[in-house]
Nanobody, 124 residues
């Protein structure tokens, strides 16, 4: 499985960005598709994840109400709509795939395929 993330950029506080992550491979499978982020000097942290079958979503408290994760199964693509962006959202954003269950879907080490990351910078 190969994941290709795109859509990052520079935006002012309060602005919006939409990230995309396209999966390729002979037969794509997933239980959850997630977004994580890593800011300079910090550990990678969970942002959001979506159940690939039923579309149920889960978010980190820090982004709840501002970010929306969605998917297009026909195109094997997951999206992250980010609104009301804050400077503390500045990070490299990674998409990832896991075949794991819900109880581990917020844990990065349970994701086995990762995109290359896309930089999001929010200026104050």
């Amino acid at each position: 499985v190969q994941l290709q993330a795109s859509g990052g950029g520079l935006v002012q506080t309060g602005g919006s960005l939409r990230l995309s992550c396209a999966a390729s491979g002979s037969t794509f499978r997933a239980r959850f598709m997630g977004w994580f982020r890593q800011a300079p000097g910090k550990e990678r942290e969970f942002v959001a994840t979506i159940n690939w079958s039923n579309g149920i979503t889960y978010y980190a408290d820090s982004v709840k109400g501002r970010f929306t994760i969605s998917k297009n199964n026909a195109e094997n693509t997951v999206y992250l709509q980010m609104n009301s962006l804050k400077p503390e959202d500045t990070a490299i954003y990674y998409c990832a795939r896991t075949l794991g269950v819900l109880s581990v879907a917020r844990i990065s080490t349970n994701y086995d395929s990762w995109g290359q990351g896309t930089q999001v910078t929010v200026s104050s």
